[in-house]
């Protein structure tokens, strides 16, 4: 028994930890639901908890680069001390909660390129290696969040890429530690007015804080970018002629310079005045900007509705490749 415990010590001949998510897809405020299934190896332990994160790979700013990070937003205890005997089989239900701020990963059933989400699985085992596991999770847009996305494949622009950076949007109350930006790239008649936009949204239960980012061209050689803020409620979202309210905006960049820093558009929203774009050209991410993250046109042009959110905005990327690329243990660093 000593020797086995020695070899415990090392992780071998320890319990085992398998995670089955009953809810693998969900939303933003939503809850995913499962059980977390351990057998005992070859010898007692004493389990000293069972938690589970909702981890995320996110982009860091380090010096004068960046690099990928493994960032945990939300974090659950399910289970507090007990004793697993040798061989023995035992099953802890959970219910974890989803932020309201957490990223889209998945539209209609794809994966979102750049995005990965997983629920991971942290087993500490007293005077013995942890064992964890890690399942991918799949977040879609709320419907409010879809309108907006599907607004812009509607007015010719076509996905680009998604990352979450590391810090906080300048002037937009925010919860997590990092923000996702959805990018587009324009054709058709906005193609020589921008050079790409990004997407970012900031949800809660009342309602949406969007925030746009627009590299403006301003000349040949140069560009500048202008941005667009605005507040809407999930039931206004849902009832707004997004591909004018945005066309309008995207229209208004041509009409001021790069040295404009004043006015905003009232927009209706579902017959309300509930929103406005406030349209400038400072950095929003609180002092410090990221920069314009190039990389393949990985999606396609395709039309509005719920088949052409799905076409133009998704990669044919295999998940199984997408947990091994992003959440292998060596990729990246824990915050």
Known sequence: MVFKRMLGAFGVGAPSVDTVLSTPVTQPGGTIRGEVRLKGGDFDAEIEHITLGLVARVEI???????????????????????????????????????????????GGQPLTGMAVGVRTELAIAKAVDKGDLDMLAIEPLPSQLRILEAFLGLGFAFRSADLEAGHLYGVHQEL???????????????????????????????????????????????????????????????????????????????????????????????????????????????????????????????????????GLVAGEVVEEVVEEFFEDEGGDDW
């Open 177 to 311: 530690p990092f923000y996702q930006e959805i990018e587009f790239y324009p054709s058709g008649r906005y193609a020589g007015l921008v050079g790409e936009v990004e997407v970012t949204f900031v949800a809660d239960p009342a309602g949406l804080q969007v925030v746009l980012e627009a590299d403006k061209r301003t000349g040949r050689y140069s560009s500048s970018d202008a941005i667009g803020r605005f507040h809407v409620s999930h039931q206004d979202a849902l009832v707004t002629d997004w591909q004018a309210e945005l066309g309008r905006w995207l229209d208004g960049l041509a009409q001021h310079g790069p040295a404009h820093h004043g006015g905003h558009y009232e927009g209706h929203h579902g017959g309300h005045h509930g929103g406005h774009y406030d349209e400038h050209h400072e950095g929003h991410h609180g002092g410090h900007h990221g920069g314009h993250h190039g990389g393949p046109g990985w999606g396609t042009v395709a039309a509005a509705g719920a088949a052409g959110v799905v076409g």
């Open 61 to 107: 700013e380090h010096g004068d680069g960046e690099h990928d990070g493994l960032g945990e937003f939300a974090r659950a205890r399910v289970s507090g001390p007990f004793t697993l005997r040798q061989g023995e089989e035992r099953v802890t239900a959970f219910e974890l909660p989803v932020p309201w701020e957490a990223p889209v990963s998945q539209i």
